[in-house]
């Protein structure tokens, strides 16, 4: 159950676009649907941002978008809050009913 | 409304154990999957374990395989993490999620505050 990898952080500009990698291998992100984004501010539970490599859950803004090419994963965010400033980490399926999570990346918004 | 409420954590010794429950309230408990999520000090999430809907299916994360127990009482709506054998790194806060589905493969929609586990002599 190896770690999904994350870049250690990003940063943009408010109104700009941002995207997060995750990179994985065919045992995990390639070879399910079941990847999943989690934002969590600090201090704070981590809250589902997509399912389902790109589904929103309701109230989930679509400035949030997620897509999966072959063993990566990537979460876009468009026109960047400074309310979107927190940790983000990527989450897949990796085998008969395991999981396996991202190191995590931190946004900055400047 | 969902809510989830840990508790039982708190300080245990190497080698002790400890048990943590997860009391759901605010939908069907029976009807979904649940999952066991830890975050050590100032680090990143880490799967612990998952039971399906009706504790059929479970899984361990490799570094817990053998020590942890994860079981559920829908009758009782609530989840439990026995934790044996405890290690130092098992250090964390421990949250209790719930998933979107019966199995486990539609995302953690609702998380709880999570309880702290603190394993040291």
């Known amino acids: 159950q190896s770690a999904l990898t994350q870049p250690r952080s990003v940063s943009g500009s408010p109104g700009q676009s941002v995207t997060i990698s995750c990179t994985g291998s065919?045992?995990?992100?390639?070879?399910?649907?079941?990847v999943f984004w989690y934002q969590q501010h600090p201090g704070k539970a981590p809250k589902l941002m997509v399912f389902e490599v790109s589904k929103r859950p309701s109230g989930v803004p679509d400035r949030f978008s997620g897509s999966k090419s072959g063993n990566t994963a990537s979460l876009t965010i468009s026109g960047l809050l400074t309310e979107d400033e927190a940790d983000y980490y990527c989450?897949?399926?990796?085998?008969?009913?395991?999981?396996?999570f991202g190191g995590g990346t931190k946004l900055t918004v400047l | 409304e969902v809510q989830l409420v840990e508790s039982g954590g708190g300080l245990a010794q190497p080698g002790r154990s400890l048990t943590l429950s997860c009391s759901a309230s605010g939908f069907t408990f029976e009807d979904y999957a649940m999952f066991w999520v830890r975050q050590a000090p100032g680090k990143g999430l880490e799967w612990v374990s998952a039971i399906s809907w009706n504790g059929g299916t479970k899984g361990y994360a490799d570094s817990v395989q053998g020590r942890f127990i994860v079981s559920r009482d829908n009758s009782k709506n609530s989840l439990y993490l026995q934790m044996n054998s405890l290690r130092p790194e098992d250090t964390a806060l421990y949250y209790c999620?719930?998933?979107?589905?019966?199995?486990?493969?539609?995302?953690?929609?609702?998380w709880g505050q999570g309880t702290l586990v603190s394993v040291s002599s």
């Open positions: 999620a719930k998933d979107g589905g019966g199995v486990g493969a539609t995302g953690l929609h609702y």
């Open positions: 989450s897949s399926q990796a085998g008969a009913y395991t999981w396996v």
């Open positions: 065919s045992s995990n992100v390639g070879g399910y649907n079941a």
